[in-house]
């Protein structure tokens, strides 16, 4: 499991977990930070977390940069949709041009909220860290950086390149998709995946618990 994490960036247990067993499963690759129910919601609810509980697309995103893994232990799956979409960060040499990719090393994104504390610092969206690649994206605050009147024209341009890549991605399917049934458990390196689905159905039986792990030192 830790071998393939390294190898591939993400792995699906082939063992199904209860759901007693799934903590002590998250705990042998660190402290667990956050440990989240993912469901559809119902409006009002679902505003301060729109994207763990809205019925649509969710868009390719990492998540707190303190959590080195992500896993999600499934509950229920939707009858016809619900997989994981994953990006690896390793397809960015393919997908974007060598100057676009020094750009983003220049560009720093707000962290999201962790426990409902606003972000009060910022992440460089692609960083050499201890030998290895770390890229970090959410395309809201990506959004939000490209309405900024100081960012320079080559970081726009590496910005929008990569939010039309990622979309053309999710919208093509050009992805590794992994459709969790009840039971079973996905891990990714949070550092190395973007993570996200398609649409599904407003009244979705979709349940998972989403964990955030904080790597051993």
Request: charged share 30%; with cysteine.
């Amino acid at each position: 499991m830790h071998e393939a994490l390294h190898r591939v960036g993400f792995c699906l247990l082939d063992t199904v977990l209860s759901a007693e067993e799934f903590h002590p499963f998250c705990r042998s690759f660190g402290a667990v930070i956050d440990d989240t129910t993912v469901a559809v919601r119902d409006s009002l609810a679902s505003r301060p977390r729109r994207y763990l509980s809205s019925p649509g697309p969710v868009p390719l995103h990492s998540d707190h940069p303190d959590a080195r893994y992500v896993a999600w232990w499934c509950e229920r799956q939707d009858h016809d949709n619900g997989a994981s979409l994953l990006y690896d960060s390793c397809w960015l040499e393919a997908d974007l041009k060598a100057e676009q990719i020094e750009a983003l090393r220049a560009l720093r994104l707000p962290c999201p909220d962790r426990y409902g504390v606003q972000p009060t610092h910022t992440e460089l969206v692609l960083v050499n860290s201890c030998g290895r690649e770390r890229f970090y994206f959410a395309p809201w605050h990506a959004s939000a950086l490209l309405r900024k009147s100081d960012t320079t024209g080559e970081e726009r341009s590496a910005l929008v390149h990569l939010i039309r890549v990622l979309e053309r991605r999710q919208r093509e399917r050009k992805l590794h998709a992994i459709r969790l049934e009840a039971g079973q458990v996905l891990i990714v390196d949070n550092h190395r995946i973007l993570h996200g689905r398609n649409e599904i159905s407003e009244n979705s039986p979709r349940k998972l618990r989403r964990v955030w792990i904080e790597e051993h030192v």
